[in-house]
C-alpha cells in the first residue's frame, strides 16, 4: 500500500513516526509524500496542549475529507491524542478506520492489513518492544535519538505521565546500536531528546546513567552531540563537567524553568525556585553553556506581581532562547482544580510581553556576534531568500534562529563552514562563508 504519514508534536514523536515508518517499509509498504497520493493517510498526534489538540483535529478532518472525496482511502490515527480520548474519537470520528495509542506501532503493519479488509481497530495497548530502525524525515547529516519515554515529576499543568506513563529508559544497548545505525546513515550531529534525558537510567538502578551513556556515544563518529530538556533540579556537577570537558558535547542546554517565582512555582510542582535557578544559571554561564528554555505565561492564581518577576527577568538577559506559552488548562491535572484562573486575553497578553523582551534579548546577542566567524553547519538552501541556511552550535533544528550565509565557493550540506557575520535578518544571523 502507498503510506503517507503527518507527524504532530515533539522531537520525541517525530522519533515514534520515524520508526512507524521503517516498519511499513520493512512490510513492503511503500512511502508517498501527499495524502492525495496516499491508500492509508496515517496522522501521529500531539496531546499536550489545547493548540496541539486542535491541530491533531484539524489533521483528522483534513484525512476524512480526502477519504470523502477518495472512498477507498483509509485512515489511521496514533499517538498522544487516541491515548488520551479514544472513547470520545470512536464516536467523533466513524470515518478512521483505526486509532493506535502511543505504542502500538509494532502492530502497524497487521493494522494495515486488516483495515484494508474492512476492519476496524480501536487499540491502545500500549505492546510495544524496542525497534531500532528508523527512516529519517530529518536531513540526513542530524537526527533525534529518543532515550527515555514518559516522565515522573508530576507538574500540576502536564498530562504527560497521564498519556505516557512513568520514566522509563532504553536499555543503554539498544541506544547504542540505533545510534550506530545513524553513524553508519551518514549522521554527524545527533540530539538526545526525552521528557528528561537528565535523569536517563535512573528507573535501572536509582541513579542517572547519562554521563555515561554520552561518553559511549562519543566513541562513535559523531560531530556534535546536542542534549534536549534537562530538568534543573537534577543537574548535576558531574552532568555539567561532562558538558564542558567533552568536545563533542555543544555547550547548549535546553533547560525547562517553567517560572521564576516562587510561590507560582510551588503551584506547578516544580522543584526548584528562584535561588536554585539563579545559582545554576549562574554556573553555565561561567562554563560558557548557551541556556535555551520554556515558561508558562498566565498559570492559575500568578499575580501582576509574579508575572513581572519573570518580566524583570527575562528582561536581564539570563536566557539565550525561550519559547512562551499561555497556560493551557488541561483536564485531569491538579492545576485545572486551582482557584483563580486567568481570563485568555491576560494570558495572551504576558505571553505576548514575553516574548518581545526575548526577542530584544536576542538581537542584543546578535549585535555582539557581528564581525566574528562562527563554525556552520550548512543544512538547506532558502531558495526564496538565495542564501544558504545553516545552524551555529548554539542553535538547535526547528526552535531556535538561523544563519544566513552566502559563500564564493562551492558548499555541500552536511558539512561545516567558517561564517564571518555580517548583520542579522530579524532575529535571524546573516554572514558569509569565508
Known amino acids: 500500500m502507498r503510506i503517507g504519514a503527518i507527524s504532530l508534536g515533539c522531537d520525541k514523536n517525530r522519533v515514534d513516526t520515524e520508526k512507524m515508518l521503517s516498519r511499513l517499509v520493512a512490510g513492503g509498504h511503500t512511502l508517498v509524500g501527499t495524502e492525495d497520493e496516499a491508500d492509508v493517510i496515517i496522522v501521529n498526534t500531539c496531546a499536550f496542549t489545547d493548540d496541539a489538540k486542535n491541530e491533531a483535529i484539524d489533521e483528522i478532518l483534513s484525512a476524512v475529507e480526502h477519504k470523502r472525496k477518495h472512498k477507498k482511502k483509509k485512515i489511521i490515527i496514533t499517538g498522544c491524542l487516541p491515548q488520551r480520548y479514544l472513547d470520545t474519537l470512536e464516536k467523533e470520528f466513524p470515518q478512521v478506520d483505526a486509532f493506535l495509542g502511543i505504542a502500538d506501532y509494532d502492530s502497524i503493519c497487521d493494522t494495515v492489513d486488516k483495515i484494508t479488509k474492512g ?51 532504553e536499555k543503554i544497548e539498544d541506544i547504542l546500536a540505533e545510534a550506530k545505525g545513524l553513524e553508519r546513515e551518514g549522521v554527524s550531529e545527533i540530539i538526545l531528546v526525552a521528557q528528561d534525558v537528565t ?59 517553567q517560572h521564576i517565582d516562587n510561590d507560582t512555582l510551588k503551584r506547578m510542582g516544580r522543584r526548584c ?12 554561564r561561567e562554563n560558557g553553556i548557551v541556556l535555551r528554555s520554556s515558561f508558562i505565561c498566565g498559570f492559575p492564581g500568578e499575580t501582576e506581581e509574579a508575572h513581572n518577576k519573570l518580566v524583570e527577568f527575562i528582561s536581564e538577559g539570563n536566557i539565550d532562547y525561550a519559547g512562551f ?75 531556535d534562529n538561523l544563519v544566513y550565509f552566502t559563500s564564493d565557493k562551492e558548499v555541500h550540506v552536511g558539512e561545516y563552514y567558517d561564517v564571518e557575520i555580517v548583520g542579522a535578518d530579524g532575529i535571524d544571523l546573516v554572514g558569509k562563508a569565508l
Open 119 to 169: 476492519d476496524k481497530i480501536y487499540s491502545c495497548a500500549c505492546g510495544d518492544g524496542f525497534y531500532e530502525g528508523r527512516v529519517l524525515t530529518t536531513p540526513y547529516h542530524y537526527a533525534y535519538l529518543k532515550i527515555a519515554d514518559g516522565c515522573n515529576n508530576h507538574c500540576t499543568y502536564c498530562a504527560i505521565p497521564s498519556i505516557r506513563g512513568k520514566y522509563r529508559s
Open 199 to 257: 535523569r536517563y537510567g535512573i528507573d535501572f538502578d536509582g541513579k542517572s546513567h547519562l554521563v555515561e551513556l554520552v561518553e559511549r556515544l562519543s566513541e562513535m563518529d559523531f560531530d556534535r552531540i546536542r542534549l534536549l530538556y534537562l530538568e534543573p533540579e537534577a543537574i548535576t556537577d558531574e552532568i555539567l563537567d561532562m558538558i564542558v570537558a567533552n568536545p563533542k558535547v555543544v555547550k547548549y542546554a535546553d533547560v525547562p524553568l
Open 273 to 284: 525556585d528562584e535561588a536554585t535557578t539563579r545559582a545554576l544559571i549562574k554556573k553555565m
Open 325 to 399: 506559552f499561555a497556560y493551557s488548562r488541561e483536564e485531569g491535572t491538579a492545576a485545572d482544580r486551582l482557584h483563580n484562573h486567568l481570563d485568555d486575553e491576560v494570558k495572551i497578553e504576558r505571553t505576548n510581553r514575553l516574548k518581545d523582551l526575548q526577542t530584544a534579548v536576542i538581537n542584543r546577542r546578535n549585535s555582539g556576534l557581528v564581525g566574528k566567524t562562527l563554525k556552520v553547519l550548512f543544512d538547506e538552501i532558502d531558495y526564496d531568500k538565495q542564501m544558504f541556511v545553516g545552524r551555529a552550535e548554539f542553535q538547535a533544528p526547528d526552535i
